[in-house]
């Protein structure tokens, strides 16, 4: 199947610092792709769909202005934790919609906690 | 709005047997996907199996297939030969078809049934 990146696999910062992840689809195109968030054993939340050259759209309850999301590129999609907190801690998991197969092929997720 | 239900949190095989897991959903919609994902520890998504709607034949893939019961509103999976490989959170999903004319490509996932495989 298509590979998505995401980079860093984890990270561990400061609170009130921004923590930047990125989503790389490595053989395909992506117009589309999706961030999550999901906590210990529990199931995959859906944060936004991220649409290349368009603002993103958040799902509800999901602060945009905390998790800015870029889409610049065909194959890269940026989250951005903004000022993070201790309660932002988690693992941020995306996936890219591959439009030829019809699939959505997932990252290997980062883990982010803050100090 | 679209929901999917998995109703045992937690399941076990004992290695080499078959075990099933459940999946219903709820919708309106007459075509879409129906999908399983494996997260093991490493938690990377995996793609198990997917169903579409329309078609009336259970998808399988090797080991594992699908009971597409589509008026039931049900999809359940069931994992034959069961290896220690399999061990791992296993997630149902929904997605409208492209073919509805929506443009949202989004996931509905269910809970998750966390699979332990004896040796």
């Known amino acids: 199947g298509a590979v998505v990146s995401q980079h860093p696999s984890w990270v561990i910062c400061k609170s009130g610092t921004s923590v930047k992840i990125e989503c790389r689809s490595l053989?395909?195109?992506?117009?589309?792709m999706f961030w999550y968030r999901q906590f210990p054993k529990q199931s995959l939340m859906l944060m936004a769909t991220?649409?290349?050259?368009?603002?993103?759209?958040?799902e509800q309850g999901v602060e945009k202005d905390k998790f800015l999301i870029n889409h610049a590129s065909l194959t890269l999609s940026t989250l951005t934790v903004t000022s993070a907190h201790p309660e932002d801690s988690s693992f941020y998991i995306c996936s890219a919609w591959d439009r030829v197969a019809d699939t959505q092929y997932f990252g290997p997720g980062t883990r982010l906690t803050v100090l | 709005a679209q929901t999917v239900t998995q109703s045992q949190p937690e399941m076990s095989v004992q290695e080499a047997e078959t075990v099933t897991l459940s999946c219903t959903y709820d919708?309106?919609?007459?075509?879409?996907?129906l999908f399983w994902y494996k997260q093991p520890p490493s938690r990377q998504m995996i793609l198990v199996i997917r169903?579409?709607?329309?078609?009336?034949q259970n998808a399988t893939e090797n080991r594992f297939s699908v009971n597409f019961q589509k008026a039931a509103k049900s999809f359940s999976l069931k994992i034959s030969d069961s290896q220690l490989g399999d061990a791992a959170m296993y997630f149902c999903a929904y997605r409208t078809s492209l073919n509805s004319g929506g443009s949202n490509y989004k996931l509905t996932f269910g809970k998750g049934t966390l699979l332990t495989v004896n040796p």
């Open positions: 169903q579409e709607a329309y078609k009336q």
């Open positions: 053989d395909f195109q992506a117009t589309t």
């Open positions: 919708t309106s919609e007459s075509d879409y996907y």
């Open positions: 991220s649409n290349e050259g368009s603002k993103a759209t958040y």
